[in-house]
């Protein structure tokens, strides 16, 4: 196992277009997050999942923005109808139960939107 | 908010040793402090992790003093690939990471 990837690296699209983009934790761990960084910030938490389960979804997460997990493995992210202010790096990690900080990253999805 | 306060940037030359301290004066009872290292273009890696006085792993060192309301993390004899940013977080018992803007730490030769 490589750890956590993520699909595409790089996506460039115009206002008002759907993306989506994928995560593939690290097999064994049944927690996966997304998290959304602009430049000089840190990551800033938008959703998680346990097994399929979303449990959590921060208050920034807007309704243009869809996540899932169907089968407790692999996860997408989607954006409706993409704004300029969506532009960032989307981040996913993985991790095996609860735990106080260990989470495994993996590179990032840069999303700009034109 | 960030539950953390550490220094925006520090500037170390290769072989010196780094302490970068982190403020958590809010942090509770069942708190962890964990910190995290971050190149450009990738995802943050996990450093090293704590509740109090010293752990240490093969990259670094932890220190938290008895009341628990600061952290330094030590690197010892840096070189140029650990330039990077570096975040101190508080995870609470929820387990919710909340990510201050990190220490932007530049190793020069």
């Known amino acids: 196992d490589t750890g956590v990837s993520q699909d595409p690296r790089h996506k460039i699209t115009k206002r008002g277009q759907n993306v989506t983009f994928r995560c593939d934790p690290i097999?064994?761990?049944?927690?996966l997050y997304w998290y959304r960084q602009t430049l000089g910030q840190g990551p800033e938490f938008l959703t998680y999942?346990?097994?399929?389960?979303?449990?959590?979804k921060s208050r920034l997460l807007s309704d243009r923005f869809s996540a899932e997990r169907p089968k407790g493995s692999f996860s997408t992210l989607e954006i409706q109808r993409t704004e300029q202010g969506d532009s960032a790096m989307y981040l996913c990690?993985?991790?095996?139960?609860?735990?106080?900080?260990?989470?495994?990253f993996g590179s990032g999805t840069r999303l700009t939107v034109v | 908010l960030a539950k953390t306060t550490q220094p925006i940037s520090m500037d170390s030359y290769e072989g010196q040793e780094v302490n970068i301290t982190c403020s958590h004066n809010?942090?509770?009872?069942?708190?962890?402090i964990t910190w995290y290292q971050q190149f450009p273009s990738q995802g943050p890696r996990f450093i090293i992790q704590?509740?109090?006085?010293?752990v240490t792993n093969e990259v670094a060192s932890l220190f938290i003093p008895a009341d628990r309301k600061s952290s330094t993390l030590s690197l010892p004899r840096v070189s140029l690939s650990d330039t990077a940013v570096y975040y101190c977080?508080?995870?609470?018992?929820?387990?919710?990471?909340?990510w201050g803007a990190g220490t932007k730490l530049i190793i020069k030769p």
């Open positions: 990690a993985s991790s095996l139960g609860r735990t106080q900080g260990g989470y495994t």
């Open positions: 097999s064994e761990h049944n927690r």
């Open positions: 999942f346990q097994n399929e389960a979303q449990l959590e």
């Open positions: 809010n942090i509770a009872t069942n708190d962890y």
């Open positions: 704590g509740y109090k006085t010293k």
């Open positions: 977080l508080v995870v609470d018992s929820n387990y919710q990471l909340i």
